[in-house]
């Protein structure tokens, strides 16, 4: 099982900018997918962000896009994720997820990861 390390978030006013990062302990990251979701206080957990290791393929919410990139490093085993613009909205905790061979199902589906980060908490208020 991939272990995952996750770092960054905190808190910022509307508008500001952070960035997250989730390294995966994996010597192969080829056919990885990783990504994040987040849940609010009171509400479900939703996806946010993925991206494609083998080339470079990203999705995002709708309630994203234009605002966060998720991206990935040279050695293809740690996902950045740099949310800009942010809203109050936005406010939740965040947690990252990485399985290989992911369908798009798991671009829904926090459970279907097998590997599943602690989350780390991003808060944005004036």
């Known amino acids: 099982q991939v272990q995952l390390t996750e770092s960054g978030g905190g808190s910022v006013q509307p508008g500001g900018s952070l960035r997250l990062s989730c390294a995966a302990s994996?010597?192969?990251?080829?056919?990885?997918?990783m990504g994040w979701f987040r849940q609010g206080k009171e509400k479900e957990r939703e996806p946010v962000a993925f991206?494609?290791?083998?080339?470079?393929?990203?999705y995002y919410d709708d309630s994203v896009k234009g605002r966060f990139t998720i991206s990935q490093d040279g050695a293809k085993n740690t996902a950045y994720l740099q949310m800009n613009t942010l809203k109050p909205e936005d406010s939740a905790v965040y947690y990252c997820?990485?399985?290989?061979?992911?369908?798009?199902?798991?671009?829904?589906?926090?459970?279907?990861?097998?590997?599943r980060g602690q989350g780390t908490q991003v808060t944005v208020s004036a």
């Open positions: 997820a990485a399985q290989r061979y992911c369908s798009t199902y798991h671009l829904v589906t926090w459970t279907a990861y097998a590997s």
């Open positions: 994996i010597d192969n990251p080829s056919r990885l997918c």
């Open positions: 991206i494609f290791s083998d080339d470079g393929t990203t």
